[in-house]
């Protein structure tokens, strides 16, 4: 229940006695009072500063067009002068605990009494969350992302070229797909914001929305034909681009996973290098490196790059998986085990994961039991808190960087597999005998069927 399900207005007695300071209350002015839930009445004991805060604090949250904001507005300030930071903590808290509906009364209201870039950044940020929520609930989001836009969009009317909303608008834009608008607000935010680290974050971003404006095209017919199992065709494409753009690092990303699909494994692996001489460091890059180490028989330096793999994507099934199979083909239990509580953790009725953990469970003797390390769980917990979706526009745009399109999605979050061995065809059936030595979507020497 939020409090405006409960307000009633009155009038108070003439003997109504509240310390407010300077502020002088106005017996000939209705003010909203917060009831219990179920009550329609109003009592006496109802008529407390506190009961009177509450109501007008949803009428300023929901109602600013009430031809008694203002007076209500300078009541609430009068009652208390820290009353905005407690309800923006308040709000915060609620938030937290998925109280979605009242943190947003919490937000308007804070928004309302002392609008500011921070309150208008917060409240849009909310909308976000309540965007996640109903996309996670299989319901229309697109009111929330429509509150997201028009909170951020007033803040713009209300406080000019302010940077901080800028910047959120040009990276929501950003993750919207809508690449023409996040470019204007990211150049008018790089016009008026100082040299700082989002600065630089900004310019980075600038350069990927350019980059992606100019050559969508072409890459996304080149990742097709890769997709496809068709590199040779992929090939030529992309080498006209790097002709173009040498030092973008999604190209040679490109052409290394092309490469390493036609099993060209040295030459996949220093296009995959060229991408870190370039400045980029993700797991998916570290996985392929992985894969080419593999099949070049240096099954060491495979683990090595699946270990930095997993430190840069805790969350990633894939790397973690593969790399408990290699702990485990190994004989290294102690790592193997690690690896697949981790895997577990992540996705405990995973096929792979369950097959991985009998084969352990069958060659130590050793039961893994329920209970997954404490620690990792609390790794992991903060984690997942860090890229809670929507929590943070610049976090999911690290995530749209990654991409130089729309579709360019390097998780395969199927069950199914959809490895390039050679062998699999489109219904998932492969010629090999024996089981999948990967989980991964394109594999390494894999001999799976299904």
Known sequence: MTTKENIKFIKLPENFKADLGSFTIDPSIELPILLEERRDKVEDKDLTVENIVA????????HPDNPNFSYYKSFVLASDPHIVEKLNQAAIAKEQRKEFEFAEELFLAVYHLLPQNASCVNLATLYSYLAVEARSKGEDEKVWIKKVRSTLEDGIERFGEDEMILSELSSFEAYMGNLEEAKEYGERYMEVAEESERKEEVRKMLKEIAFKLENSEAISEAYDFITLGEPDKALPIIDKFLSANPSIWNGYFLKGWALRIRKDYDEAK???????KLGESNSEIYNELSICELEGGNKELAKAYLETACDLDESNLTTTTNL???YLADGEFDEAREYLERARFLAKDDKFVKGLIEEYEKATGEKIGDIIHEEYVKNTENHD???????SFQEDLRKFALSV????????????????CGH????NECENDGECSCHNKEGHGCKCHH
Do not use: Q, T
């Not at 109501?55 to 929901?62: Q, T």
């Not at 699999?424 to 219904?427: A, E, L, N």
């Open 55 to 62: 109501g007008m604090i949803s009428v300023i949250a929901h």
């Open 270 to 276: 220093e296009c995959f290098l060229e991408c870190i």
């Open 324 to 326: 408990a199979y290699l």
């Open 385 to 391: 808190n860090e890229d809670y979706p929507g929590a």
């Open 405 to 420: 399109d729309e579709d360019f999605d390097f998780e395969d979050e199927d069950d199914e597999c959809s490895c390039n």
């Open 424 to 427: 699999c065809h489109d219904d």
